[in-house]
């Protein structure tokens, strides 16, 4: 049930980032590349559909029965978020075309790469869950 909510809430992440790229590149007049453009994307493949992947898993195999799979489910969708958040961040200045200092720039940056390799753990980590929930193995 946890996996079907948290599809749920991606999709409407997801859905929601659409409007917010169109509407904000509206009142801000933008045309130019930004980060928001993916970000629809990201919150639909990396949330969505990855949650409704995993659901079919712990259907067939019992995914969610393998020790640890919480706190491996929180670790992926923490990077998610995080990854989501920072993206909306950095896309809004963007699109809003402000000027940071070096150091608040650099900030975003960094606390932007270490939302990647949050997910990135949390894509290796359901993995291994995956891995272990299949029988033979």
């Known amino acids: 049930m946890k996996l079907w909510r948290s599809s749920i809430l991606f999709l409407s992440i997801g859905l929601g980032f659409g409007v917010y790229y169109r ?4 009142i801000f007049d933008f045309s130019g590349d930004t980060v928001l453009t993916s970000l629809h994307v990201h919150a639909l493949v990396l949330g969505t559909l990855v949650s409704l992947i995993i659901l079919l898993f712990d259907g067939v195999y019992h995914v969610t029965q393998v ?3 919480n706190r491996t489910w929180f670790i992926y969708s923490f990077g998610v978020y995080a990854l989501l958040v920072m993206n909306t961040l950095r896309g809004t200045i963007e699109v809003m075309q402000l000027e940071l200092s070096r150091a608040l720039d ?8 270490l939302a990647h390799m949050t997910l990135g753990l949390g894509f290796v980590l359901l993995l291994l869950a995956i891995k272990k929930s299949l029988p033979n193995t």
């Open 23 to 26: 509407e904000i590149s509206k």
């Open 67 to 69: 020790k640890n799979f």
């Open 106 to 113: 650099m900030s975003i940056a960094g606390i932007a790469g």
